[in-house]
């Protein structure tokens, strides 16, 4: 199904975001420098207008004073020397005698005229000075005329020009920097999508990955190598993948091995029922025999079913947990007086030690479940005249429970095992003792909903000893995150 295009998922791209950046990184150094750079031309040429200006001045400056100039007015050489001047650079030059009256005027305009003027008097204070005025474009430069090595100021130069050429260059140079902005702008998109797009490559390389292997397309695992981002990601992934199989493999075993406890039964029942059919005149005897076995198996389908259910309880998890202050030592002393009479049957003792008085926050029903497992186990896996320990402690923090039997023990390599769902060491026996092999995955179960952990120490042939451990004050999943 084609995706339906929107705003925000687009602006929410990386491939966008890249581009976007590319872009900016690109496009506005270039536009800055090319504005900035109009800036620093216009200044720079006003300053070495300035520069030239007071150079020329200087030189006009000193054949004022050898030829007496500013006292006879006339001088010929003076005279072309200001005119030649003045054309060389398409400008006006005035002189100002010390009684502010021009007395050569290149435009012969002002000439015999009076100037008052703020920087014809800042020069008769023996300041040279400028003036650009950038909207009527023009640059005006006085300097004071005065004999070397005299500070008496005699007079002032004014020498004006026409600063119009800026004005045409930095149109020229707008012009200029507009198209090759746009080339550059032109250029830049392109490149913010080609690289854009390859970045991204990767990450859209991981997706196809990914849900191929969600459609069962590929089997394979995810492995995209071209970042070290998208190598842990597909490490991640395939983590996660491998756990998944694993939790389907382990969830299609516990459905095979459901059906198979569940059928054993039935099928003991049909061949019981049937050898009663198969027979005429069969015995009363013979019936209340087969009868008595049937029933059995109905009681052992039954514990089945009571077990699957517990389970099903536990793996709900959380929420189901109904959690309150219990004291330990009543709820273990309940549960040994509930299990005497088979423990009386089997010839085990049961004994109980508690260090202290112990109260923690459980649900009283399943870690009731969990002990009752553990103590039966130590009842049905254990000789005549056995025995079972029950003891109890805690500190600030934990309760502690050790179960602890004289039976039969469980061979080392049995030991990882003991807590998968249907496990049994022994099936035949453990059938005959009527064992489901779900005792203790419910305990574990438990246990690990009240955060703690369960221990196994055994040795064949001697005896075989759970250590529990969980928090006393129930530790919830919000408190733990
Ligand atoms: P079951 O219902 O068969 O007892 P469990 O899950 O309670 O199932 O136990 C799994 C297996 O672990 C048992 O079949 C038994 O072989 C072994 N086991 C458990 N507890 C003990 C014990 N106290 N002593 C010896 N073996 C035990």
């Known amino acids: ?74 001088s010929e050489l003076v005279d072309d020397q200001i005119e030649m001047l003045s054309k060389s650079y398409s400008g006006r030059i005035m002189v100002v005698d010390d009684t502010l009256t021009i007395v050569k005027d290149t435009f012969q305009a002002d000439e015999g005229k009076t100037i008052i003027w703020g920087n014809v008097v800042k020069a008769f204070q023996d300041k040279t000075t400028s003036l650009y005025d950038d909207e009527n474009n023009y640059l005006v430069v006085t300097i004071p005329i005065k004999a070397e ?24 140079f707008q012009s200029l920097s507009i198209i090759l902005l746009i080339i550059l702008y032109v250029l830049m998109i392109v490149v913010a999508v080609v690289f854009s797009y390859r970045f991204v490559r990767p990450l859209h390389k991981f997706g196809r990955a990914v849900s191929d292997v969600d459609r069962g397309i590929s089997q394979e695992l995810v492995e995209v190598e071209d970042y070290t981002e998208t190598k842990e990601l597909s490490e991640q992934m395939n983590s996660l993948l491998n756990r998944m199989r694993v939790v389907d493999e382990s969830r299609q075993e516990f459905v095979s091995n ?5 059928k054993t039964p039935l099928t003991s029942m ?72 088979i423990a009386e049957k089997q010839h085990v003792e049961l004994l109980f030690e508690s260090f202290r008085p112990v109260i923690a926050e ?15 186990n130590g009842i049905k896996y254990n000789k005549e005249g056995g025995w079972v320990h029950v003891s109890l402690n805690s500190d600030h923090q934990y309760c502690y429970l050790k179960v602890e039997d004289s039976g039969m023990g469980i061979p080392q390599e049995s030991i990882e095992h003991i807590f998968e ?6 099936k035949s026996h453990s059938r005959e003792i009527g064992g489901t092999g779900l005792g203790l995955a419910i305990t574990r179960g438990a246990v690990s909903l009240h955060r703690g952990d369960i221990k196994v120490h055994s040795v064949e042939g001697e005896g075989t000893m759970f250590d529990v451990r969980f928090p006393l004050n129930y530790i919830s999943k919000e408190a733990r995150v």
């Open 421 to 426: 769902r249907f496990y049994r060491v022994d």
């Open 1 to 74: 199904m084609k995706k339906k295009f929107k705003l925000k998922d687009f602006f929410n791209s990386l491939r966008v975001r890249i581009a976007a950046l590319i872009l900016v990184l690109g496009v506005v150094p270039c536009t800055i420098f090319a504005f900035s750079f109009m800036a620093v031309y216009e200044k720079r040429s006003v300053d070495s207008d300035v520069t030239e200006l007071v150079a020329k001045g200087q030189v006009l400056n000193k054949q004022i004073i050898s030829s007496g100039y500013l006292n006879q007015h006339e």
């Open 258 to 262: 459901v059906s198979h406890e569940l």
């Open 149 to 172: 090595g005299d500070d008496t100021v005699l007079g002032v130069l004014v020498l004006n020009k026409d600063m119009n050429y800026i004005d045409t260059n930095l149109e020229y």
């Open 270 to 341: 049909k061949v019981l029922a049937d050898s009663l059919n198969g027979q005429e005149d069969v015995p009363v005897e013979l019936y209340r025999e087969f009868m008595a076995d049937i029933g059995d198996e109905i009681e052992r389908e039954t514990k089945i079913i009571n077990d699957l259910l517990s389970m099903v309880k536990l793996d709900k998890a959380e929420a189901t947990l109904n959690i309150s202050p219990v004291n330990m030592n009543e709820l273990i002393e309940l549960v040994l007086k509930r299990l005497k009479p």
């Open 362 to 376: 459980v649900d009283e029903v399943k870690i009731t479940l969990a002990i009752t497992n553990l103590v039966e």
